[in-house]
């Protein structure tokens, strides 16, 4: 059954804590993706990896960092630095993130909240 | 600043009318565009993607490319009770800021309610 998996569904932070998104895909896809979306907003990219131990920021990069030790895996940990942090996170993937007619699929999302 | 801009909604259709999603797009490079359905709560889902000018129909859904006036719709035919949803615009295109070639923006989405 392939898909990609996203955990916790929800997760709570408390102020000055780092939190970590997991994101895991089986379809053997190279690109992956963080978006974040704020209620009537569109998605906007936080980081995307192409291939192992390499990641590129997006447009929204600041109080995030990822890691891409594996092809399956592309963690986001939101970091105390981020400072209005409650939102939606989508972890997306695609095949190479290099061709113009590629499409993302995404996972189900974690809602991340304040304490 | 790539942009993307649809009709901001929310859009109300009684059930078996069309229903006309419509998204305009800043850069002229774009090169291939797409749509997602967003239920309330959950993740985005493609429905439809379009690269050429013209008319791409798929069931009971049309999208619409025009490249000259930077425009690309959705036409729901028989809208149904269960296509109540948020449509999601995203254009794909090139970027030299390194990194992935192709990069996809997104519209702040329509909110259409299908009432039976």
């Known amino acids: 059954d392939g898909g990609i998996t996203q955990s916790p569904k929800y997760l709570f932070r408390k102020e000055g804590q780092n939190v970590t998104l997991s994101c895991e895909q089986n379809?053997?896809?190279?690109?992956m993706y963080w978006y974040r979306q704020d209620p009537g907003q569109g998605l906007r990219l936080i980081y995307y990896s192409q291939i192992v131990n390499d990641f590129q920021k997006g447009d929204i990069a600041e109080g995030y960092s990822v890691s891409r030790e594996k092809k399956e895996s592309f963690p986001l940990t939101v970091t105390s630095a981020q400072k209005n942090p409650t939102a939606f996170y989508l972890c997306a993937s695609s095949i190479s993130g290099d061709t113009r007619q590629e499409t993302q699929y995404f996972g189900p999302g974690t809602r991340l909240l304040v304490l | 600043q790539k942009e993307v801009e649809q009709n901001s909604g929310p859009l109300s259709v009684p059930e078996g009318a069309i229903a006309s999603l419509n998204c305009t797009y800043s850069d002229r490079g774009s090169q291939s565009f797409f749509w997602y359905r967003q239920y309330s709560g959950k993740s985005p889902e493609l429905i439809m993607s379009?690269?050429?000018?013209g008319d791409k129909e798929d069931g009971r859904f049309t999208a619409q490319l025009n490249k000259a006036s930077q425009y690309v719709s959705l036409l729901i035919r028989d809208s149904q009770p269960s296509d109540s949803a948020t449509y999601l615009c995203?254009?794909?295109?090139?970027?030299?800021?390194?990194?992935?070639?192709?990069?996809?923006?997104f519209g702040k989405g329509t909110l259409l309610t299908v009432n039976p």
């Open positions: 379809l053997n896809h190279d690109a």
């Open positions: 379009i690269y050429s000018n």
């Open positions: 995203a254009v794909n295109a090139y970027s030299n800021s390194g990194g992935s070639n192709y990069k996809l923006t």
